[in-house]
């Protein structure tokens, strides 16, 4: 069974309701019907309902049983507005005119419970997607929102049976020290609940274990040294090199003593964006991976953004994934 079909199953035991803002959209709309119709989710979505169900009759789409919203028209944007001014220094009318776009007017659903969780990026880029989602707030112990792709690599040994994390691909793109160290402890956690993994966390860098000196790995063994306070019993090691992280012969060879991680990492925490995003869409082509993300991590309830090239089964899988995030 694939890693998404499994996320649908564990969806469909306790489905949850996902709104997704770009309502225009037919991939969105093609998803809603298919998460609804195998009963992965209970869809919402935002738009002119009218023009959402021509365009749906048009497409061949059935949304029936579907919620469509309106954000300029909902009896509640007095609600949300007032809300919003209580988590933003504005006024009223202007919080109601932030909240008739629909990305902050879902994300606002998902801050009050109207909604158990976010799915959008279909249209919005991923920067657009995680200033609405800050309306969601931090999780404890979360000062800003990461992201991570899971990977799964056809044929390969290393990882989870060849699943493996990677953050952070998405979003922040120098992180510090401290946010380094708060990335790879959110994808731990990200593991855990979503993988169900025991968390091996590699934090990379051109060098292992000193093996070169540079301003750039002295960042990577502070934020090692910074997570390891902060979660004393997670297994994480750093700097290591990516082969070191991943193949068991390379670890043994240049790695003196014992480490958790090197050789049988399942998560690899890059430096930089830079690193992050060329690493998963070289996995994605040259190894023929799956990659489902960026997931979005740290936000206090689910906010998950697309790819704009995503397919409708994409859509579909992170809507099952954003739902056992709710669980």
């Not at 998803?31 to 009218?50: M, R, T």
């Not at 025991?198 to 540079?214: C, D, I, N, Q, Y």
Request: hydrophobic letters at 45%; proline letters at 5%; one cysteine or more.
């Amino acid at each position: 069974m694939s890693l998404i079909e499994q996320f649908k199953n564990r969806a469909k035991e306790n489905p949850m309701n996902i709104v997704f803002p770009e309502g225009d959209e037919d991939r969105i709309l093609r998803a809603a019907e298919i998460s609804l119709k195998e009963k992965i989710a209970y869809p919402v979505i935002l738009g002119d309902e009218d023009k959402i169900r021509k365009q749906a009759d048009d497409i061949d789409v059935n949304l029936d049983g579907i919620e469509i919203i309106n954000p300029a028209r909902s009896p509640k944007m007095a609600e949300y507005a007032s809300a919003y001014c209580e988590s933003r220094d504005v006024t009223e009318s202007l919080a109601k005119r932030i909240l008739r776009r629909a990305l902050y007017f879902g994300a606002m659903m998902v801050n009050v419970g109207d909604c158990d969780g976010m799915v959008a990026g279909s249209k919005n880029t991923t920067a657009s997607v995680v200033t609405a989602g800050n309306l969601v707030g931090m999780r404890e112990g979360f000062t800003a929102p990461s992201s991570f792709f899971m990977m799964v690599i056809p044929n390969c040994p290393y990882g989870e049976n060849g699943a493996l994390i990677y953050a952070d691909a998405g979003v922040n793109e120098e992180p510090t020290a401290a946010q380094l160290a708060e990335i790879a402890l959110a994808s731990a956690d990200s593991a855990r609940t979503l993988l169900r993994w025991e968390p091996r966390v590699a934090m990379l860098s051109f060098s292992t274990k000193g093996s070169a000196a540079h301003a750039l790995t002295d960042k990577v063994i502070e934020a090692t040294k910074i997570a390891k306070e902060s979660a004393p019993d997670l297994l994480i090691d750093g700097e290591l090199q990516a082969d070191t992280a991943l193949v068991p012969e390379i670890a043994q060879k240049k790695i003196k003593g014992e480490s958790d991680v090197a050789g049988k990492a399942n998560i690899l925490i890059f430096p930089d964006l830079n690193a992050g995003n060329i690493a998963y869409k070289l996995t994605q082509y040259l190894a023929h991976a799956e990659a489902y993300g960026p997931l979005l991590q740290g936000f206090a309830k689910p906010v998950n953004d697309l790819s704009r090239g995503s397919s409708v089964e994409d859509i579909v899988g992170v809507t099952a994934i954003t739902v056992v995030e709710a669980q």
